[in-house]
């Protein structure tokens, strides 16, 4: 006979908010979906390890799925339908789409937004070099990183460069096995006592965070840098360039590993550019989910729109990140098809009644630098989507703080889908923090929240993630979209 509860214990089982591991709730079949999805998302970021090859990989998909263009629709004055769907290819670096609903874009549209941009090392514009018998390739990191986590580690080289011809060539070296990979050296401990006195950001500054490129010396006695003009000339017979072209190329050193499983129970994911891929992937395949139920007439109620940005590690400053006029220009493009005698009104009434998910990682709990954590407060791997109703630096500066009204309807909708949610501030007040799209979004007037995936070791070139995590941001956020 099960023993009965206490009024103390029936008090706080009402009360109180228990925050348990969503994997003691999963039955075997959602845990076999949840290994699936898993796999595909590897798979996904294996093949988008930059903002462009993510962008690329999102439209081929989009297309296979009957997404049109919406600026070959507005050139051609086409009006748009309930179940229509659409996207926007922003500079092959951002991309929104949309799945057009019931109700009038000026009752407002749900949307989650995520980045696609990562931490890394680029190349400078004019970056090759010869030194000590190597060849070297100069860089400027980019984005938020720990200089010294990026030597002694293979890396992939990343981009486009456009050949003298102005032909744009597609540049991916290191992720076959059988290619050669990059590598950014480090001082051996024998000659580093030094260095080792050093604070950690200075072990390694940013201008030796340079990548070696080749060794061997092109056979002719008179030529001044040898090894320099072989580099170039393997590069030359297979993109065409010469060495000018570096100018307007875009190259990037990304970590050449895949993504693997971690731990003996194989409940995590580790790789690079967990930040913000997880939850951009999550994002696109819970909007996607949409689309998909409109080709059965299950056609939303509201626009549902999925906005995948760049440049957010550096400020989402340009014209591909989130302070650009991109998803303004989206909306009003939706209002100007769907709505009636269109004016600016319009659009500024159908971003007032938006809602937005904010679909950013926030920094996992880690057991062995508990001291810069806020326990109550923090996000734990396994235990769910993590909800941060404000974000910023030490006193919220630079962020984004969402009213206790969306934030409650956010809940409302969680809760109605059984999608498990936690906290998650980012670390002690006064350890630092973080922003994300969040506030640029609200600044258009649109109700947004951060909610995204817990990452342990982030900005580092290997993070890691819970497989049961990337599944609920998945759910949560397939939910908001058709019912918030």
């Known amino acids: 006979m099960e023993e009965q509860k206490t009024e103390g214990q029936r008090l706080e089982e009402k009360l109180t908010f228990e925050i348990k ?50 600026e070959n629709a507005l050139l051609a004055g086409r009006r748009l339908k309930a179940g229509d769907k659409v996207y926007q290819n922003n500079r092959g670096k951002s991309l929104v789409f949309a799945v057009i609903g019931r109700a009038s874009i000026k009752e407002g549209v749900n949307i989650v937004g995520a980045h696609i941009d990562s931490p890394r090392i680029d190349m400078k514009t004019n970056p090759l070099y010869e030194d000590g018998g190597f060849a070297i390739f100069d860089t400027h990191y980019y984005g938020g990183i720990k200089h010294y986590q990026w030597t002694t580690i293979p890396l992939a080289m990343h981009g486009v460069v456009f050949n003298k011809n102005g ?55 008179k030529v001044k840098e040898k090894v320099k003009l072989t580099v170039l000339n393997l590069l030359n017979r297979k993109y065409g360039v010469t060495e000018e072209n570096f100018a307007s190329a875009e190259i990037e050193f990304v970590p050449a590993h895949r993504a693997r499983d971690v731990g003996l129970d194989r409940s995590l994911i580790g790789a690079y550019g967990h930040d913000d891929r997880c939850c951009a992937y999550t994002a696109f395949r819970a909007a996607l989910e949409c689309a998909g139920s409109s080709e059965q007439g299950d056609i939303p109620e509201k626009t549902v729109v999925c906005l995948l940005t760049d440049k957010e590690e550096i400020g989402s400053m340009g014209n591909t990140g989130a302070q650009s006029r991109l998803f303004e220009n989206f909306i009003a493009y939706l209002c100007s098809q769907t709505v009636e005698n269109y004016s600016d009104i319009d659009l500024r009434l159908a971003l007032n009644r938006s809602a937005m998910l904010s679909a950013d990682v926030n920094a996992a709990y880690d057991p062995n630098f508990a001291d810069v954590f806020d326990k109550k407060t923090a996000s734990f791997c396994g235990k769910g989507l993590a909800l941060s109703k404000y974000t910023g630096v030490r006193g919220k500066v630079g962020g984004s703080d969402a009213n206790a009204e969306f934030l409650q309807r956010v809940q409302a909708i969680l809760d109605k889908h059984g999608v498990r949610w936690q906290f998650g501030n980012l670390g002690k007040v006064d350890k630092g923090g973080g922003g994300t799209i969040a506030q640029h979004a609200a600044n258009l007037g649109v109700d ?37």
């Open 21 to 70: 591991s969503c994997w003691e709730t999963v039955g075997e079949n959602e845990r076999d979906a949840i290994i699936e999805f898993a796999e595909q998302y590897k798979q996904f970021i294996d093949k988008g390890k930059t903002e462009r090859e993510f962008n690329e990989e999102c439209l081929s998909i989009l297309k296979e799925e009957a997404f049109i263009d919406l």
């Open 448 to 484: 947004a929240l951060d909610c995204g995936i817990p990452v342990l070791s982030m900005h580092a070139p290997f993070e890691v993630i819970s497989k049961i995590d990337l599944w609920t941001a998945y759910r949560g956020y397939a939910a908001f979209l058709k019912d918030a």
């Open 167 to 221: 032909e744009k060539q597609i540049v991916r070296i290191g992720e076959d096995e059988n290619d050669p990979v990059f590598v950014i050296t480090d001082l051996l401990p024998h000659l580093a006592q030094d260095q080792m006195q050093k604070k950690a950001n200075e072990f390694v500054r940013g201008e030796e965070l340079d990548v070696l490129a080749g060794s061997e010396p092109f056979k002719d006695g």
